[in-house]
């Protein structure tokens, strides 16, 4: 929040000089392309990235804008850490990836908690992930917004009875405050031909 006053008093100064420059120099042609951009003054303003510094747990958060591309490297890279925290068993990965009121689908995990609680007690007792290939992804992003989907190839038991085979997994992850979370989480089997 304190970057962000910064910025924006740090921007109105930057245009209010550039403004008083360009009233000062009235010789100058009408062609000429200002020398500062709008995003190039809130770049300027903000400090550098080397000097930012975040919490394990805040490694996700992002302040400024992230473009379409960001936002899908962030959530592929989300995606495969998911993943990893599963054949882990990480339980503190887990619950900084998914969000308090996540829907879990596709998993029939019996139990009254949510189902964030009951899907990573599932990941840690139930679920061995031993190996997985990701085949294929496909994301859309939208504001605050993105679906994934990943087909993957597994080696897997729930429950020591063998999981092994072609899944599907589609995440709905959002945005809050400064951190991507998982809020929906779909897996099934691909249907073999």
Do not use: C
């Amino acid at each position: 929040m304190k970057i962000t006053i910064l910025a924006s008093i740090t921007l109105l100064f930057i245009t209010l000089g550039n403004s008083g420059i360009q009233a000062q120099t009235p010789e100058k042609k009408d062609t000429e392309t200002p020398q500062t951009t709008t995003v190039a003054a809130w770049r300027n303003a903000l400090p550098p990235q080397s000097e930012v510094t975040a919490p394990a747990a805040e490694a996700d958060a992002f302040e400024g804008e992230e473009t379409e591309s960001q936002v899908e490297n962030r959530i592929l890279n989300l995606e495969q850490r998911l993943l990893e925290a599963l054949r882990q068993r990480d339980q503190a990965t887990l619950k900084n990836l998914l969000a308090d009121d996540i829907v879990i689908a596709g998993l029939n995990i019996p139990g009254a908690q949510s189902d964030k609680v009951r899907f990573i007690d599932w990941a840690q007792k139930k679920l061995e992930l031993k190996s997985y290939t990701v085949q294929k992804t496909a994301i859309r992003v939208f504001p605050l917004t993105a679906v994934v989907t990943v087909h993957y190839k597994r080696q897997a038991s729930i429950a020591g009875a063998p999981s092994d085979g072609d899944f599907i997994v589609t995440g709905v992850w959002v945005k809050r405050g400064k951190q991507w979370q998982a809020i929906s989480h779909h897996i099934s089997p691909v249907a073999k031909m």
